[in-house]
């Protein structure tokens, strides 16, 4: 199982990233698909989720119009559009696979990638 982001960086406040994480391994279209944040000394927490099927989206109220997830079933992707940057969007972001059904008690973790808003 493999979970591996990129698109991080710098960017400058009020700036775009757009992150990628290409997953392999598993069954892709059965996973509820997440992106987690951790900025130093604070706890991990849930920016965005999209789930199977429908594909449902949430998002923490800190990102609500700023940031946009999406899924690609046909290429095992998930991405995180992140407009409107601020200094307190900097964090490692990870992406976390969660499985559904048959594949429920399954959670699956990238390395993550750095991203810093910063002038």
């Known amino acids: 199982v493999q979970l591996v982001e990129s698109g991080g960086g710098l960017v400058q406040p009020r700036g775009s990233l757009r992150l990628s994480c290409a997953a392999s391994?598993?069954?892709?279209?059965?996973?509820?698909m997440n992106w987690y944040r951790q900025a130093p000394g604070k706890e991990r927490e849930l920016v965005a989720g999209i789930t199977t099927g429908v594909g449902r989206t949430n998002y923490a109220d800190s990102v609500k119009g700023r940031f946009t997830i999406s899924r690609d079933n046909s290429k095992n992707t998930v991405s995180l559009q992140m407009n409107s940057l601020n200094p307190e969007d900097t964090a490692v972001y990870y992406c976390?696979?969660?499985?559904?059904?048959?594949?429920?008690?399954?959670?699956?973790w990238g390395q993550g990638t750095q991203v810093t808003v910063s002038s």
């Open positions: 391994g598993f069954t892709f279209s059965s996973y509820v």
């Open positions: 976390n696979a969660r499985g559904e059904l048959v594949f429920r008690g399954r959670d699956y």
